[in-house]
């Protein structure tokens, strides 16, 4: 009878092993053990309740056409956790300095407070993250900190790592990826001690988690994380957390997502062009070398959303500068940088917004120059618009034509070419278009 029992189970097994890969399987079907099975019900005796929640996350349909049901068809199978029953570890508190696992991070001792360059785009989420450093649990907890790459996320995190090991000496604090924090209860998971690894992070003051973007579709850890952090949070121990999404738009479980909510939610943006000005200036001197004020702007200018890459901008051209010994200038910069440096005079610069400053020089209405009105000034502003599309957008003729109320391109190109010959004996209109061109400028 057993054999056949069990054979219930070989068979979900053989089963599901041809969709699951060699080491998923090993690490959590292979350990769960058939105590008992009859028509009615099936016992099964699992390492610990990841599995089980596993089991039943990823294969509830398959064990539904395998094993037996109740009478409402659900699934009629009893858990007994082995981990629980054989193996219970004497609950002692763990000294703090215990754990130094090689899955947690150092702080960088570059990623202050201090080095960090404050602008319009980082204000706030600096000094959120410094109050948090300041007053670990008592201020605003969760902290979440978001934004695209090389803004400078990870550099709060360790900022605040850096300040309270100093302020703070007495504060247990820990920096986890959250592919660490996976790798970390994976391991423990194989080797039975879970219960030790969920008291030391249960006994942490501050808990900084980087990257938690990467806990989207791992639902079986999003639980435990869950609950590592409704504890620490529950204790006001303080939790900082990173993501490149704010967390409404993160693939995780609603449940997770409101406890991310709970605290102060902080977007860190792109810098301004004089933050990143004042960054590459800090930058340079830290490393001993310094680029002239119009160089800074040109390379802040043509490298603007990732900070990271500014600095490696300035890695080059420091060691330029002490290999040659020979002063950056513009041009030096320009063909250092060449494949790093991001041109886009024209493709921010949109039909709409040349529309616009066009109407309000003219003095007139956006829907006149698109319409058919063959006014003079009107059809002057017109001309003016559709030379400007041409000189300031890289985009087709044709493409562009369009968007002025369904016009060819031969039209665009004859108006441009009037233009171009009229501005060179009429001042007036050149400066008017002078006078648009800076209006569009400022606009983007
Ligand atoms: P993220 O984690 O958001 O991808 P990082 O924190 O790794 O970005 O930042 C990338 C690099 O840019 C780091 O070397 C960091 O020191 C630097 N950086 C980012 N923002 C600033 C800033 N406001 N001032 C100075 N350096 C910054
Ligand atoms: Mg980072």
């Given at each position: 009878?057993?054999?056949?029992?069990?054979?219930?189970?070989?068979?979900?097994?053989s089963f599901?092993?041809?969709?699951?890969s060699?080491?998923?399987?090993?690490?959590?079907?292979?350990?769960?053990?058939v105590?008992?099975l009859?028509?009615?019900?099936?016992t099964?005796?699992?390492?610990?309740?990841f599995?089980?929640?596993?089991?039943?996350?990823?294969?509830k349909?398959?064990?539904?056409s395998?094993?037996p049901?109740?009478?409402s068809?659900?699934?009629?199978?009893?858990?007994?956790?082995?981990?629980?029953q054989?193996?219970?570890?004497?609950?002692?508190?763990?000294?703090?300095?215990?754990?130094?696992?090689?899955n947690?991070?150092?702080f960088?001792?570059?990623?202050?407070?201090?080095?960090?360059?404050?602008?319009?785009?980082n204000?706030?989420?600096?000094?959120?993250?410094?109050?948090?450093?300041?007053?670990?649990?008592k201020?605003?907890n969760?902290?979440?900190?978001?934004?695209g790459?090389?803004?400078?996320?990870?550099?709060?995190?360790?900022?605040?790592?850096n300040?309270?090991k100093?302020?703070?000496k007495s504060?247990?604090i820990?920096?986890?990826?959250?592919?660490?924090?996976?790798?970390?209860?994976?391991?423990?998971?194989?080797?039975?001690?879970?219960?030790?690894?969920k008291r030391?992070?249960?006994?942490?003051?501050?808990?900084l988690?980087?990257d938690i973007?990467?806990?989207?579709?791992r639902?079986?850890?999003e639980?435990?994380f869950?609950?590592t952090?409704?504890?620490?949070?529950?204790?006001h121990?303080?939790?900082?957390?990173?993501?490149?999404?704010?967390?409404?738009?993160?693939?995780?479980?609603?449940?997770?997502?409101?406890?991310?909510?709970?605290?102060?939610?902080?977007?860190?943006?792109?810098?301004d062009?004089e933050t990143?000005?004042?960054?590459?200036?800090?930058?340079?001197?830290?490393?001993?070398?310094i680029?002239?004020?119009?160089?800074?702007?040109?390379?802040?200018?043509?490298?603007?959303?990732n900070?990271?890459?500014?600095?490696?901008?300035?890695n080059r051209?420091?060691?330029?500068?002490r290999?040659?010994?020979?002063?950056?200038?513009?041009?030096?910069?320009?063909?250092?940088?060449?494949?790093m440096?991001?041109?886009?005079?024209?493709?921010?610069?949109s039909?709409?917004s040349?529309?616009?400053?066009?109407?309000s020089?003219?003095?007139?209405?956006?829907s006149?120059?698109?319409g058919?009105?063959?006014l003079?000034?009107?059809?002057?502003?017109?001309?003016v618009?559709?030379?400007?599309?041409?000189?300031l957008i890289?985009d087709?003729?044709?493409?562009?034509?369009s968007?002025?109320?369904g016009?060819?391109?031969?039209t665009?190109?004859?108006?441009?070419?009037?233009?171009?010959?009229?501005?060179?004996?009429?001042?007036?209109?050149?400066?008017?278009?002078?006078?648009?061109k800076?209006?569009?400028?400022?606009?983007?």
């Amino acid at each position: 009878m057993l054999t056949c029992k069990e054979s219930a189970w070989q068979q979900f097994l053989s089963f599901v092993q041809k969709k699951t890969s060699s080491i998923e399987f090993q690490n959590w079907l292979s350990p769960i053990k058939v105590l008992e099975l009859s028509d009615s019900s099936v016992t099964l005796e699992v390492p610990n309740i990841f599995v089980r929640e596993y089991l039943i996350d990823n294969y509830k349909q398959d064990l539904l056409s395998f094993l037996p049901k109740n009478a409402s068809g659900e699934l009629a199978i009893n858990f007994v956790i082995s981990e629980t029953q054989s193996n219970p570890e004497p609950l002692k508190i763990v000294p703090k300095e215990e754990k130094n696992d090689s899955n947690f991070i150092k702080f960088n001792k570059h990623y202050t407070f201090e080095n960090f360059i404050e602008g319009t785009s980082n204000q706030f989420v600096k000094s959120a993250a410094f109050g948090v450093a300041q007053r670990p649990g008592k201020s605003f907890n969760p902290l979440f900190i978001h934004g695209g790459v090389g803004l400078g996320k990870t550099h709060l995190l360790h900022g605040i790592g850096n300040f309270i090991k100093q302020n703070h000496k007495s504060l247990s604090i820990q920096c986890i990826t959250t592919e660490a924090f996976i790798n970390d209860l994976v391991f423990n998971l194989r080797n039975k001690s879970v219960d030790k690894m969920k008291r030391f992070y249960r006994n942490l003051d501050v808990l900084l988690v980087d990257d938690i973007q990467f806990l989207q579709n791992r639902l079986n850890f999003e639980e435990e994380f869950c609950n590592t952090f409704e504890t620490l949070i529950n204790q006001h121990r303080q939790i900082v957390i990173a993501s490149d999404k704010p967390p409404a738009q993160l693939k995780l479980s609603e449940r997770m997502v409101a406890r991310m909510e709970w605290g102060l939610v902080a977007h860190i943006g792109v810098p301004d062009l004089e933050t990143r000005v004042a960054i590459i200036q800090n930058k340079t001197v830290q490393k001993g070398f310094i680029i002239p004020t119009n160089v800074a702007f040109f390379i802040a200018e043509h490298i603007y959303n990732n900070i990271r890459q500014l600095e490696g901008a300035i890695n080059r051209l420091s060691a330029y500068a002490r290999l040659m010994n020979k002063e950056i200038t513009q041009d030096v910069a320009e063909n250092l940088l060449k494949e790093m440096l991001e041109f886009t005079p024209s493709n921010k610069i949109s039909v709409e917004s040349i529309l616009k400053s066009v109407a309000s020089v003219f003095e007139i209405r956006v829907s006149d120059i698109k319409g058919e009105s063959r006014l003079k000034n009107i059809a002057e502003a017109r001309q003016v618009a559709m030379y400007l599309a041409k000189e300031l957008i890289a985009d087709s003729l044709t493409k562009i034509a369009s968007s002025f109320g369904g016009k060819t391109h031969s039209t665009l190109l004859h108006s441009w070419k009037k233009i171009s010959e009229e501005i060179k004996t009429n001042e007036m209109l050149g400066k008017k278009i002078q006078m648009i061109k800076r209006n569009i400028e400022a606009q983007t």
